[in-house]
Each structure stands twice: as structure tokens, then as C-alpha cells.
């Protein structure tokens, strides 16, 4: 079975403009998750998806962050315009369902610098 | 709100000692904790979860139990391998209509031959 798949791996921006990453997740899983992985911290859930709903995006920050998931399977993550401190890696993950029972796989994750 | 505290890094042991990684949580709620692991090159994945107090959660050598007294989910595995050197976080879900789970810092594990 593939995994969560996550594209670019590696992107290198100046801040003010603007970038994209795309999550294809495992096939059938529902729920959909971005994170973002400042160096040296855990994990920060931005968004969760629900099919092609929001769940959760409390800790996204909307004036430059929004993420979509059109048609509830692959998923686009974009900021703009990006800053310093948006250097990170962007996590996607998927399960099959909402809660404990359901682990979440993670794909490999993109880096971004922001310079 | 909710919040992981693990010991820092890194960590480092000779093989087949002893390992104890400690993870205390702060939580509304009753949650479920978990440990991930996180390969050189690789993404994050499950290691072990336990659900509910006193529960011990294993896989691969490695144990944790919760223990809702201490608010703790401490990561031990009696003899460790160079193949165990990884970084590991311990994370929790509260649910109630939140899945996204909050994550500690991490502890970067190194074993020596």
C-alpha cells in the first residue's frame, strides 16, 4: 500500500512571495491533516480535513496560510506572502477516520526556508 | 490547553543498556498518548499508543504505561540497538471532535556500538 505522498520535498523562497505544497494521502482515508515542524519543536496541527470539510483550523493563520481539499482526496497547502518564520517542514497526514482508534500516517514532509 | 513535556536531547547510550525516555502531559479531559518515532530520512510513525489509565502500550521492545497519577507516559526498552538511534516524541489526543495531536519537542536517541 503507498503512503502519503508530499510534494516538493526541499523549497527554498524569499519571504514575501509565495509557495505551494501538495499531500496525496493514503487511498480511502478520510481525514486529512496538515502540520507544521518548526526546527527543534514537535509537530503543531494547521488544519484538519474531514473528506472535503474543515474540522479544525484554529491554528492556522488565515491572513497568509489557506489550504484546500478539493473532491475530499489530495490536498494543497499555500502561504502567502511567506516570512521568516514560516521556515519549516509541512507535515501531511491521513487516516481512516476521526479519533484514537485511527492512526495517522505521516508522509515525508516538505522543508521550507524562507530566506 | 493542552501540553507534552520530554526530556531533552540527545540522548546517548552504548548498546544493551537501558533506556528510559520520561514524557509528562498536561490535558482537559482524559487523553490517549502515544509515541512516534522518527528514522533518520524517514517520516514520523507510530510506535506505541495506550488509551486509557494504567493501559501499557508496546511494540518492538519498547514499553510505556500510563499512568494518570503522575500525568506520565515514560518510554522504556530494557536493552537498546544501534538501529533504535531515531528521534522520538511522545504526543496525546483528547478528542471531542479535536484529532490533531499535540506533540512534545522530541528526544534525538543516539546509540553507539
Known amino acids: 500500500e503507498a503512503g502519503v505522498a508530499q510534494s516538493p520535498r526541499y523549497k527554498i523562497i524569499e519571504k514575501r512571495q509565495s509557495v505551494a505544497f501538495w499531500c496525496n494521502p493514503i487511498?480511502?482515508?478520510?481525514?486529512l491533516y496538515w502540520y507544521q515542524q518548526i526546527l527543534g519543536q514537535g509537530p503543531k496541527l494547521l488544519i484538519q480535513f474531514q473528506n472535503n470539510g474543515v474540522v479544525d483550523d484554529s491554528q492556522l493563520p488565515k491572513d497568509r496560510f489557506s489550504a484546500e481539499r478539493l473532491k475530499g482526496v489530495d490536498s494543497t497547502l499555500k502561504i502567502q506572502p511567506a516570512k521568516l518564520e514560516d521556515s519549516a517542514v509541512y507535515l501531511c497526514a491521513s487516516s481512516l477516520g476521526r479519533g484514537v482508534p485511527y492512526e495517522q500516517y505521516f508522509g515525508p514532509g516538505t522543508r521550507l526556508t524562507v530566506t | 490547553g493542552n501540553s507534552v513535556t520530554q526530556m531533552e536531547g540527545p540522548v546517548t547510550l552504548s548498546e544493551e543498556a537501558f533506556l528510559t525516555i520520561n514524557c509528562t502531559y498536561t490535558a482537559t479531559g482524559y487523553p490517549s498518548l502515544f509515541w512516534y518515532v522518527q528514522y533518520p530520512g524517514e517520516g514520523l510513525q507510530l510506535l506505541l499508543k495506550?488509551?486509557?489509565?494504567?493501559d501499557k502500550g508496546s511494540n518492538k521492545g519498547f514499553e510505556a504505561t500510563y499512568r494518570k497519577e503522575t500525568t506520565s507516559f515514560h518510554l522504556e526498552k530494557g536493552s537498546v540497538q544501534v538501529s533504535d538511534s531515531a528521534v522520538y516524541f511522545c504526543?496525546?489526543?483528547?478528542?471531542?471532535?479535536?484529532?490533531?495531536?499535540?506533540f512534545g519537542k522530541g528526544t534525538h536517541l543516539i546509540i553507539q556500538p
Open positions: 504526543a496525546l489526543l483528547t478528542g471531542g471532535g479535536a484529532d490533531g495531536l499535540t
Open positions: 487511498s480511502g482515508h478520510a481525514t
Open positions: 495506550a488509551t486509557k489509565a494504567d
